[in-house]
Structure formats: structure tokens, C-alpha cells
Nanobody
Framework: QVQLQESGPGLVKPSQTLSLTCTVS??????????WSWIRQPPGKGLEWMGA???????YYSPYLKRHTSISRDTSKNQFSLQLSSVTPEDTAVYYC???????????????????WGQGTQVTVSS
């Protein structure tokens, strides 16, 4: 059973950098074809995919957030991390880490919806 757990500060000041870490247990973040994502949900809004880091360390970002987002990993700790720079109150949200896998259909590769999620962590951006 794969488990994911987010950790990080719950309050960040505007213009600062939000940093979160996801610790994975029950599976390795380097296992082939798995992708590890950050997803957030602002209050009253839907889920927003922010980006992902693949089993091989490749990174992928939402074009809407790419300028402010960085995802990295520490394979020795089986963790991956999110950094979101220059935050504003609009970045207030519940942040989730999640796992997806790559599959092939009709000769094309796709990323599955997440099959495992962390419980989520509330981050508030406020002075």
C-alpha cells in the first residue's frame, strides 16, 4: 500500500516561497512509469494540477504556473518537493501530492488520474 504525506508550513507571507515536501512510503519514487504530482484546491474551486516529477527525474509543469513552480526529489529519502515562488493570497489552497502512472493507448502515452493521494495540507498566504 502506497502512502503519501505532505509536510510544510501552513502559513506563508506574500512574495515569499512556499515549500512543501511529500514523503512516500510503500513504494519507490524511482519505480518505472510512475509520476509524482502536486495538485492544489483553492477554497471554493476545483482541483488544479501544478506539475509532476517522473520516475526518471524528468519534470513537467502546468503552463499557467511554470514560471513560479519547481519540483525536485530526494531519492535517498523517497521524497519529492514543491517550491512555489512569489506567492500571493490567490495561492492559498489545500495542497496534495499524488501518484499517477503512464500508460499507452492507441499508440499514444497518457498519464492516469492519480491512484494514490496524500491527505492534503492547508497553506494560507497572508501577511
Amino acid at each position: 500500500q502506497v502512502q503519501l504525506q505532505e509536510s510544510g508550513p501552513g502559513l506563508v507571507k506574500p512574495s515569499q516561497t512556499l515549500s512543501l515536501t511529500c514523503t512516500v512510503s510503500g513504494g519507490s519514487i524511482t519505480t518505472s512509469d510512475y509520476y509524482w504530482s502536486w495538485i492544489r484546491q483553492p477554497p471554493g474551486k476545483g482541483l488544479e494540477w501544478m506539475g509532476a516529477i517522473a520516475y526518471d527525474g524528468s519534470t513537467y509543469y502546468s503552463p499557467y504556473l511554470k514560471r513560479h513552480t519547481s519540483i525536485s526529489r530526494d531519492t535517498s529519502k523517497n521524497q519529492f518537493s514543491l517550491q512555489l515562488s512569489s506567492v500571493t493570497p490567490e495561492d492559498t489552497a489545500v495542497y496534495y501530492c499524488a501518484r499517477s502512472f503512464k500508460y499507452c493507448s492507441g499508440g499514444h502515452y497518457y498519464l492516469s488520474p492519480p491512484d494514490y493521494w496524500g491527505q492534503g495540507t492547508q497553506v494560507t498566504v497572508s501577511s
